[in-house]
């Protein structure tokens, strides 16, 4: 079983990830520093769809750890703070001066400007939302975008003054300053959000940043990962033996397929059935990578295992790490019936590293058990080739592998399953089964109204609530389900899906009358954030 399949790099776990060391490998990338802001992560997916690979830092690791790296850009994100408030994340200087072209967007771009002398202050009205922007000089940053455009802005402070030596290339509805250059320093600013939809000229202006003032050749691409992954496989397997953690979910999957192609049959996948899979998942996962892949497989029974230790335990975060514990003892069971097992292969996602705290100053939102439930005591060494990857580029890549269409786009599964789907109370097989069913119910009706592939994850939820309900004449006293549909394109951000009702009708009423023990089922319509996907 994968120990994840939903979903930053810390300075600590970069280098254990694909293309994370950029001047030790082949690959350019640039650095994003974090100052907090909501679209962070958004912008280390922007710089990639634009064909360069992008590193996401907490804003403190300091100008040597940025230099290591030996990145071809730098780019400064937003931020909700003042620059003036006490406590606010300041720029050290020194990040102005490493040689490569630096990019300030919103917050950055006000750090930039205050530092170098530019004047910044309070604005009496916040600009928030859309708006409209002027270009009056269009420099290297803005080329290529019209005159009038619209842009998102999000900012109280504002740049009324550029620094000494800079150019404002444009103002906007509440921004006299709203862009600014230096050809000759490398440095760069934009007070607008470029990273989002509501800018449209956005990922124009990155990629003349990228490709024009950078210079990186756009050349990223999942098959430069696939490459260069089985080389690096290859590199720390040697020719030893490895345990992958499969699942069935793309993120196992394609972790599997790549160490498959990197070390043949030295690769030994151990697919755990804990009893906390959706119905019949099991089945199809034994006969996909048995009879299609013809990938070494061990299916391992621990239902009762399972749910014997996760007997009376009600506490997410325990659940999460008994479950992590587990799997591991059982990888070191099975390796020990083998001979020269020394790898484990997992499935972890860059979303899942920078959910679970990835690096100093990172709050964990939670700990996914194969990032912050591991056992201290692990005995494997980990292979984690997707640790750097968003979901769509993991999708991305298993189609390059030649993955059937079903696994590659199957929505994300969590890796403790259905037990942290078990809300409030503790997890046993007759809640397990109930929600088997309701989520089975609740597959089919999606997939029939041709929706699966618009959403990216629709499940059920069974919290420890019961209610009051009226069945032929008679009180119950049923279960309550929860559904959960989200969009989202990498699963840091989500909304709730506006499923028709129509749909949502057939689906509760099916529930209700096909599964005795539920009396009602409810939506969840909160967005991500201030919620997250799963509800624990």
């Known amino acids: ?4 399949d939903e979903g930053s790099l810390s300075t600590d776990s970069a280098a254990r990830g694909p293309l994370a060391t950029g001047g030790e490998g082949a690959t350019q990338q640039v650095v994003v520093l974090d100052y907090g802001g909501q679209y962070s992560q958004l912008i280390a997916r922007r710089v990639r769809e634009c064909g360069v690979f992008s590193t996401l830092l907490p804003h403190h690791v300091g100008p040597e750890e940025v230099a290591r790296r030996r990145p071809v850009g730098l780019i400064l994100s937003g931020g909700p703070a003042s620059v003036y408030a006490d406590g606010a994340p300041k720029l050290d200087p020194a990040l102005l001066d490493l040689g490569i072209p630096v990019l300030g967007i919103c917050y ?18 916040g600009e928030y939302g859309r708006s409209q922007l002027t270009v009056h000089r269009h420099g290297r940053l803005l080329a290529d975008t019209p005159e009038e455009q619209a842009c998102w802005m999000s900012h109280r402070d504002t740049v009324f003054a550029p620094p000494p030596g800079f150019e404002a290339l444009a103002s906007s509805t509440g921004s006299p300053v709203a862009a600014i250059e230096s050809v000759q320093r490398g440095i760069y600013g934009i007070q607008f959000h470029p990273e989002v939809v509501h800018t449209p000229y956005g990922q124009q202006v990155l990629r003349n940043f990228l490709i024009d003032i950078c210079g990186a050749d756009g050349s990223w691409s999942a098959r430069s990962v696939i490459e260069e992954q089985i080389e690096r496989i290859r590199e720390q397997v040697g020719d030893g033996r490895a345990l992958c953690a499969l699942s069935g979910g793309v993120d196992s999957s394609v972790a599997a397929l790549l160490v498959h192609r990197a070390i043949g049959d030295r690769l030994v996948c151990v697919f755990v059935d804990h009893g906390l899979m959706r119905k019949d998942e099991g089945a199809q996962v034994i006969s996909t990578f048995q009879d299609h892949f013809h990938v070494p497989l061990i299916a391992v029974d621990a239902e009762a295992r399972y749910l014997a230790k ?3 335990v009600t506490d997410p975060e325990q659940k999460r790490k008994i479950i992590g514990t587990e799997f591991i003892r059982i990888f070191e069971e099975e390796a020990a019936r083998l001979d020269g097992i020394r790898f484990l292969v997992q499935g972890t996602l860059y979303s899942d590293v920078i959910e679970s705290g990835g690096g100093t100053g990172t709050a964990t939102i939670k700990s996914h058990h194969n990032v912050g439930g591991l056992p201290e005591d692990l005995e494997f060494e980990l292979v984690e080739p997707l640790r750097t990857l968003f979901k769509d580029e993991v999708r991305a890549v298993g189609a390059e592998l030649g993955m059937p269409e079903r696994l590659v786009w199957r929505q994300p599964f969590p890796g403790p399953g259905l037990a942290i789907r078990v809300v409030g109370g503790e997890v046993t097989k007759e809640k397990l089964d109930i929600l088997r069913e309701a989520d089975a119910i609740l597959q089919d009706e999606i997939r029939r109204a041709g929706l699966y592939r618009e959403l990216w994850q629709s499940f059920c939820v069974l919290p420890d609530v019961r209610a009051v309900g009226v069945q032929g004449d008679e009180r119950t006293y049923g279960n309550v389900v929860a559904i959960r549909a989200v969009t989202s394109d990498d699963a840091m ?3 709730w899906a506006r499923l028709p009702y129509d749909l949502l009708e057939q689906i509760a009423s099916r529930m209700i009358n096909e599964i005795r ?7 969840d319509i909160t967005s991500k954030p201030p919620g997250t996907i799963e509800w624990e």
């Open 1 to 4: 079983m994968s120990l994840t």
């Open 493 to 495: 951000t989500a909304d």
């Open 108 to 125: 950055g771009m006000q750090l930039i400007a205050r530092e170098l002398g530019g004047r910044v202050e309070g604005a009496e009205v």
């Open 517 to 523: 023990p539920v009396g009602r089922v409810v939506l």
């Open 310 to 312: 996760l007997a009376g």
